[in-house]
């Protein structure tokens, strides 16, 4: 009975377990159900080429010199190219009253002329920068200069005034430079310095004391020493000395008018009142003679 007994309840604790076991629990899940709620479904990605025009964008231009040469057609003679500006460069000396004593505005070139080594005659062509620095004396009533300084050059201008003060005038424009500056290439005779002007007992641009000097046509000023040669040519010239009011050019005076192409050079008006003294002397003298003659023939046959 006790075996038997036994035997029962083993049984029962089998039936028991087996139970326990068949119930389903979420590790004994089927795979499939497993992988459905744990994976996610994608859409198969399509990758379609399309063609795709692409733009070359410029390079932004941060230097504005570069933007300028770029568009520029390149010359065969830079020396000869100036960059536009609003104005022509002013030079501007002042008196020892801190106002303005000799005012200058022009657009100048000098053309030298030089020889290089293989005998060959050049030019060459140079401009007055507008950052020449400008010295001077105005401390004299009558005469003023004004010189322009800048590398290897030196522009020298004279002015005086006429004897009763009525008209001022520039009695003489002088150059010096040194013969090894870049502008002449294969000099012959470098390291040299040479000095043009225009002379003595010049009077350019003649204009009444107080009015300034004006001239849109260009003028151009032979140089020499008597062996070097240069022109000085001015552009737009505007030109006053013997200021001391302010700081501004007076009224104008113009080239274009009657009175200032009459007094460019007086040479003329010289010549011409030097023949008529001569023919008046002449006429005089001749007709002094004549009378002589006639009296002292009058009486000898008076005498007779």
């Known amino acids: 009975m006790a075996r038997r007994a036994t035997f029962k309840t083993l049984f029962f604790l089998w ?5 326990v076991l068949s119930i389903p629990t979420p590790t004994m899940l089927p795979r499939r159900l497993e992988e459905q709620r744990y994976t996610t ?5 399509v990758i379609a080429e399309l063609p795709i025009t692409r733009t070359r964008l410029p390079l932004p231009v941060v230097n504005s010199e570069l933007r300028t040469s770029s568009t ?6 830079p020396t000869m190219q100036r960059l536009p500006s609003s104005g022509d460069p002013l030079y501007r000396f002042n008196g020892s009253n801190g106002q303005a004593c000799i005012l200058l505005q022009v657009d100048a070139i000098i053309t030298i002329k030089y020889r290089n080594k293989l005998g060959e005659e050049k030019d060459a062509p140079i401009y007055v920068p507008d950052d020449a620095i400008v010295s001077g004396h105005c401390d004299n009533e009558n005469t003023a200069t004004m010189s322009l300084r800048w590398n ?6 004279s002015f005086a005034k006429t004897p009763g003060n009525e008209r001022w005038y520039v009695d003489k424009i002088e150059l010096t430079y040194n013969s090894s500056d870049r502008h002449f290439e294969h000099v012959d005779e470098p390291k040299k310095t040479i000095r043009l002007s225009t ?12 009015k300034s000097y004006t001239c849109n046509e260009e003028v151009e000023i ?6 070097n040669h ?7 010239l505007k030109l006053q000395p013997f200021k001391f009011k302010d700081n501004n050019f007076a009224a104008e005076f113009s080239c274009k008018s009657f009175s200032a192409r009459a007094g460019r050079d007086e ?13 008046v002397l002449l006429t005089i003298t001749g007709y002094a003679a004549y009378r002589y003659f006639k009296v002292k023939k009058v009486k000898y046959d008076a005498m007779e």
């Open 15 to 19: 039936c028991l377990l087996g139970t």
């Open 41 to 45: 479904t994608r859409m198969a990605k």
């Open 72 to 77: 520029t057609s390149p010359t065969t003679s």
């Open 152 to 157: 290897a050059f030196v522009l020298f201008w």
């Open 199 to 210: 002379g003595q007992k010049h009077k350019f641009f003649p204009t009444p004391l107080g």
């Open 222 to 227: 032979p140089l020499t020493d008597g062996k």
């Open 230 to 236: 240069a022109s000085l040519l001015l552009r737009d």
């Open 267 to 279: 040479t003329a008006p010289v010549a011409v009142g030097s023949t008529l003294a001569a023919a």
